[in-house]
């Protein structure tokens, strides 16, 4: 099993910067794609950016490029989300997930949220204008 717990929401002016984290338990962390996503009262749950277990791939819905980092911490199993230049429209709760399924191209799939197999509780970010 994987257990997975985001960190570091809260509320900013747009135009701030904040970083989420999300904490994962299991040896096998180093192995797992692992996804952002974000979802608004009465909005579907959007994908927002991804990583490829080795870290060396990266992808951002473009409403979020130029302005979200995603990057990860293998020795520490951790996965982090910076976000800058933040607008009111980045307001919602945001959701860590892990891909422990092997098969498939994860460069063609880290949008659909079912390919995730993990999901953390989420954080709330809250943007003012």
């Known amino acids: 099993q994987v257990q997975l717990v985001e960190s570091g929401g809260g509320s900013v002016q747009a135009g701030g910067s904040l970083r989420l984290a999300c904490a994962a338990s299991?040896?096998?962390?180093?192995?797992?794609?692992m996804g952002w996503f974000r979802q608004a009262p009465g909005k579907e749950r959007e994908p927002v950016a991804a990583?490829?277990?080795?870290?060396?791939?990266?992808d951002y819905t473009d409403s979020v490029k130029g302005r979200f980092t995603i990057s990860r911490d293998n020795a520490k199993n951790t996965l982090f989300l910076q976000m800058n230049s933040l607008k009111p429209e980045d307001t919602a709760a945001y959701y860590c997930?892990?891909?422990?399924?092997?098969?498939?191209?994860?460069?063609?799939?880290?949008?659909?949220?079912?390919?995730?197999?993990?999901w953390g509780q989420g954080t709330q970010v809250t943007v003012s204008s």
């Open positions: 990583i490829h277990w080795s870290g060396y791939t990266t």
């Open positions: 299991g040896r096998a962390f180093t192995t797992y794609d």
């Open positions: 997930a892990a891909r422990t399924q092997y098969g498939g191209s994860f460069g063609s799939r880290w949008r659909q949220w079912g390919e995730y197999d993990y």
